[in-house]
């Protein structure tokens, strides 16, 4: 099968501390983790570290860190004949705060004004694709030229640009602030809050819905039996990334003829098991730790 990711494109520098910094003061940290970061960049990299046959679509800038993103991907075999390295466009950077103790990241993210957009057409067919809303038009052109293909969107932020692509895919897979914003509902962490929630985007998209909850799990429909499928309890080092992680898995699972409930099982695992290192691409499980731990979820 082939995969195809579209989105944003980033640099992530990760300094682990103990305790988050104060104000106007200093402190001094072990050494700092580097890589590639983005929804669609992240998932892409975990399917092709899963042994799939991936596309990356999106750009960054023709700088050193632009250059960096080109050869971790290709360090995991990822065809970035799609991946735009623009002159004078600074790739974005993100600087991260991973507090060990707590598992919570502070990201401060610089990102210029003007953003380009992808224009090299890609009329190519795939079988599978991901896409975040970050690449609109071209998202939307692939998805309208590939309407037999398994897709996904990762609805991270309620944006117009990813709200737009919502009624295109087969699995509207949303964060609960996506699920939150765009709905305007109440959410009290009741089920009936949920229900109502998740309603509104399926009455709206018309497509299957995954509400993603964090350490708590995720939200969806099964055979007309609402289910709130749990994750695993791991004590986090870092959540950097963990989301992007549990979308690339999922759409591995659900290409590779999974139910939704084991997918969405599977997509929980995955996401948890990458809290435990520091760095959103060097948190990602590989696929045979992934299912050697199944049996955590099947005691759940």
């Known amino acids: 099968m082939k995969y195809l990711t579209i989105g944003h494109a980033s640099y992530?520098?990760?300094f682990r501390v103990d305790k988050y910094p104060i104000e106007n003061t200093k402190q001094r940290v072990g050494k700092h983790i580097d890589c590639g970061g983005g929804p669609a960049s992240n998932?892409?990299?975990?399917l092709a570290l899963w042994g799939c046959d991936v596309s990356f679509q999106g750009v960054a800038g023709n700088d050193y860190y632009g250059e960096m993103i080109k050869a971790e991907f290709n360090s995991v075999n990822v065809d970035t004949t799609y991946l735009e390295l623009i002159d004078n466009f600074e790739t974005d950077l993100s600087i991260i705060i991973a507090n060990s103790t707590n598992a919570s990241r502070?990201?401060?993210t610089s990102k210029d004004n003007i953003v380009p957009k992808c224009s090299m057409p890609n009329d190519n067919k795939y079988d599978v694709i991901l896409v975040d809303g970050e690449e609109e038009e071209m998202s939307k052109r692939v998805?309208?030229?590939n309407k037999s293909a398994i897709k996904v969107i990762d609805a991270g932020t309620c944006k117009p640009s990813?709200?737009?692509l919502c009624p295109y895919v087969d699995y509207l897979v949303c964060s609960k602030n996506f699920a939150l914003d765009y709905t305007k509902l109440e959410y009290d962490g009741s089920i009936d809050s949920l229900i109502k929630i998740y309603n509104k985007l399926v009455s709206d998209f018309h497509n299957t819905v995954v509400i993603t909850l964090e350490d708590k799990g995720c939200f969806t429909k099964i055979d007309d039996e609402y289910k709130l499928i749990p994750s695993i309890k791991v004590k986090a080092v870092?959540?950097?990334?963990?989301g992007d992680i549990f979308h690339g898995a999922f759409t591995y699972f659900i290409s590779h003829n999974y139910s939704l409930l084991d997918t969405c099982r599977l997509s929980n695992l995955t996401g948890a098991l990458s809290t435990l290192k520091v760095g959103g691409r060097y948190s990602v499980p590989k696929l045979d730790a992934v299912l050697e731990r199944r049996n955590l979820i099947d005691i759940i």
């Open 43 to 46: 998932a892409g990299y975990l």
């Open 238 to 242: 870092d959540t950097t990334g963990a």
């Open 143 to 145: 998805l309208l030229n």
């Open 162 to 164: 990813t709200v737009s």
């Open 106 to 108: 502070t990201i401060i």
């Open 12 to 14: 992530d520098i990760t």
